[in-house]
């Protein structure tokens, strides 16, 4: 009555009635902070995603499936594009070893005008907290914040933080004196990056400088055969999660390393589009290759059969 300018006595004229609200459609009529629904709006499928992963000495998983064991000691980013900054900090995991840890990560999610407030999420060894530096857990009071949440899947162990407004999810873990990281990033926020951004370890995996084997060599604090028999209870697939679980045991001493390549293992089960692509078996340290294919060996059977043929 009071909006209206109602007389409390008398007659009054029947309320005003409310424009029609303005249609709207297409693009503008779906949720712009909800990246999976509007890219399926727009393409007509549902986008691609892709998957990196830092752990244990650390390791890199990179977007292209190139695996690396690096020292890279200090700080290091392993994303830096258009919405994303992601930095790693390592330490030497044992005094004289050229083996190194991850022991701090910085996350910035960057500002989006429509969808979120900038927020640092930051963990340190022992500190996995289940909020972004300023104490909230999502995105701020724009009308997408709640597009970007934070939730505690292990307390001070595992958080895992959903930006939904860019098709990202982002897991932190701590296992032993180690910091994890993986992603599940959607391909078109993963190459949104300029040629000045070139310096990504999700990307580019390690400098080749920064490269290490992963052979054990030389005297370790665990003996080679104590660490595979601990690291073949958690991941009875001997691949590069192996490798790289038999490497950190054997320079660290520290069985709960066993932990952090089974941790990335899941993540990557969770996060990878083609689940064909999870285990990748290496040579060597810097010859990566994903588990052939049937069709990939008859080619090769196919090749050799026709060079014999050729030959007589």
């Known amino acids: 009555m009071i909006q209206n300018n109602c007389s409390k ?11 029609p609200a303005p249609e709207r459609q297409g693009f503008e009529s779906l949720d712009v902070c909800d990246y999976e629904r509007s890219f399926l709006y727009k393409h007509g499928r549902p986008p691609a995603f892709q998957h990196c992963a830092a752990f244990g000495d650390p390791h890199i998983r990179t977007f292209h499936h190139d695996f690396h064991t690096c020292r890279v000691e ?27 840890v991850t022991s701090k990560l910085t996350i910035i999610f960057k500002n989006m005008k429509e969808c979120i407030d900038q927020k640092v999420y930051q963990a340190e060894l022992d500190n996995v907290p289940a909020a972004f530096q300023d104490g909230s857990v999502n995105g701020g009071a724009r009308p997408g914040g709640s597009s970007l949440a934070i939730r505690e899947r292990a307390p001070g162990r595992h958080v895992e933080i959903r930006a939904a407004y860019i098709g990202t999810t982002i897991a932190v873990r701590q296992a ?3 910091l994890s990281f993986s992603i599940r990033a959607a391909e078109e926020v993963a190459r949104a990056f300029t040629e000045e951004q070139d310096l990504q370890l999700c990307v580019g995996g390690c400098p080749r400088s920064q ?60 996060f ?9 078996f290496q040579a060597g340290a810097s010859c990566p290759r994903v588990s052939s294919s049937p069709l ?17």
């Not at 006595?9 to 424009?19: N, V």
């Not at 980013?77 to 994303?84: E, I, K, M, T």
């Not at 790289?244 to 899941?266: H, I, P, Q």
Request: contains cysteine; glycine residues 6%.
């Open 176 to 178: 032993g004196r180690q």
């Open 9 to 19: 006595e008398g007659p009054t004229a029947p309320p005003r009635p409310r424009p």
């Open 211 to 270: 490269r290490l084997s992963r052979s054990p060599r030389g005297r370790g604090r665990v003996p080679a055969d104590t660490a595979r028999a601990l690291c073949r209870e958690m991941l009875p697939v001997e691949d590069v999660y192996f490798q790289s679980c038999v490497f950190d045991v054997v320079t660290s001493g520290d069985a709960n390393f066993t932990m952090a390549a089974r941790g990335a293992l899941e993540d990557a089960r969770l």
């Open 272 to 280: 990878l589009p083609d689940a064909e692509k999870l285990h990748i």
């Open 74 to 100: 200090g700080s290091w980013p392993l994303l830096d594009n258009d919405y994303l900054f992601v930095q790693a900090t390592s330490s030497p995991v044992a005094k004289g070893s050229n083996a190194t």
């Open 296 to 312: 990939l060996l008859l080619l090769l059977l196919s090749s050799a059969l026709w060079v014999v043929l050729l030959h007589f």
